[in-house]
């Protein structure tokens, strides 16, 4: 084995052996004793194309989910803000919303919601965390706005499954959504798939 491509091709550039990690040598040798034509600068070649052309079509795949998520999130979007300027909007006294800080003590006698600025909100990392992604911050939304308006305000992991899919949210968000919403004391879970407002 010479320090060409092949063992006849001398109008190739030429590439030092030594200079090759030892797995591409041994593939060097065997290929030579197959085929005395095979080429290792064209062989080079070759797989340099393929690579590239494997990295664009990732480059183009992560373009269109990057797309695909950002007209799910203009959607989303939209169609919150139709709910929340709707003149059928439900006004509830004691609604949760993640648009607007507010904490609720709670008391046997006084059920007054308190609202505060926020310098004394829930700890800014979890508000952080729904704020670093739009689609669990809607998708929570979504949760809590139904179960403000169902009976008893309590809901089943089913229905909001159910309600969220509508939306066009998938399964794995909205099991985030409960997760977070559950992780923060702004639900919690009642046992056989119920969750209501935590107290």
């Not at 040798?29 to 197959?34: A, C, G």
């Not at 059928?88 to 046997?108: C, G, M, V, W």
């Not at 809590?144 to 009976?151: A, D, F, G, K």
Request: proline fraction near 4%; charged fraction near 35%; glycine fraction near 4%.
């Amino acid at each position: 084995m010479d320090e060409l491509g092949s063992s006849e091709d001398s109008s190739k550039i030429r590439i030092d052996p030594d200079s090759l990690p030892i797995e591409v040598r041994e593939l060097w040798e065997n290929m030579l004793r197959i085929d005395p034509s095979w080429n290792l600068h064209d062989w080079l070649v070759q797989c340099a194309n393929q690579e590239m052309e494997l990295l664009v079509s990732k480059l183009n795949d992560e373009q269109l989910k990057l797309e695909h998520r950002k007209h799910r999130i203009e959607r989303l979007m939209e169609r919150v803000e139709r709910q929340r300027n709707g003149s059928n909007r439900i006004n509830d006294p004691h609604q949760k919303n993640l648009f607007d800080a507010y904490t609720q003590p709670k008391s046997e006698v006084d059920t007054k919601i308190v609202i505060v600025q926020s310098e004394e909100l829930v700890p800014s990392e979890d508000i952080d965390a729904v704020d670093d992604d739009p689609i669990l911050r809607i998708c929570c939304e979504h949760i809590l706005q139904e179960m403000e308006e169902s009976q008893d305000a309590v809901l089943h992991e089913d229905e909001m499954m159910d309600m969220c899919s509508l939306l066009g949210f998938d399964a794995k968000e909205v099991e985030e959504a409960i997760e977070h919403l559950s992780s923060t004391n702004q639900i919690v879970h009642l046992g056989d798939g119920l969750y209501g407002f935590a107290d």
